[in-house]
């Protein structure tokens, strides 16, 4: 695994990170996939300090013209955490397996073809010490975030740069969360004690 950055030893925020600094929760498809790979994962995240929250309970959710949802037990269980924390905590769990090697400050440049074009056969990228080098693989999985090194790919193999699609969809309500106590805006009524999260949509 090549990662740009020089990943931290702890919890530290990485400069250019998205959201790196937002309150973050689990949803509960992702918990139980994290749990399925790491065997007591959410043991290692409340470790690590990371706040678990009773869905229903310890979450009050509010939309616009709508009063807050019932306070009941759900049965589910959450946690929230910064990014930097469960990034940190996956990391910590990945490196425990022999035949896994993360590299940090090793920038991928390209992702190379094979000849024919019809499969990838290694990857380019500059080490620490900013030196070329070239690594066989026989899959690459294209983590950058905005996928320009598979397009570059596919650049290299058809000519051409492929077409990009817009759905036009946008979000009319986007969220908006508050990890702070505070008088929710809906009823003027007082924040109890009990919750942890508030969790409100607004209109756009």
């Not at 049965?75 to 769990?93: A, C, D």
């Not at 983590?143 to 492929?162: E, F, K, V």
Request: hydrophobic share 35%.
């Amino acid at each position: 695994m090549l990662e740009r950055d020089t990943l931290p030893l702890d919890e530290s925020h990485r400069i250019g990170t998205p959201q790196s600094r937002h309150v973050h929760a689990l949803l509960g498809g992702g918990q139980r996939a994290l749990c399925d790979l790491f065997p007591g994962f959410e043991d290692d995240l409340a470790s690590a300090g990371a706040v678990p929250l009773r869905v229903g309970l310890d979450i009050r959710f509010e939309t616009p013209d709508f009063d807050p949802f019932p306070v009941r037990d759900l049965g589910l269980v959450t946690y929230s955490m910064s990014r930097p924390l469960i990034e940190l905590t996956v990391r910590r769990r990945v490196v425990q397996h022999a035949n896994i090697t993360i590299r940090g400050h090793y920038r991928v440049r390209d992702i190379v073809a094979a000849s024919g074009g019809d499969a990838v056969s290694a990857i380019r990228f500059e080490n620490a010490k900013r030196e070329s080098e070239t690594l066989a693989a026989d899959l690459v999985v294209d983590a950058s975030g905005h996928g320009n090194l598979t397009l570059g790919l596919l650049q290299a193999i058809a000519g051409r740069r492929p077409k990009r699609r817009s759905s036009g969809s946008t979000s009319a309500m986007p969220p908006r969360c508050s990890p702070s106590p505070r008088t929710p805006r809906s009823t003027g009524e007082a924040w109890p004690r009990s919750r942890k999260r508030l969790s409100t949509a607004v209109e756009a």
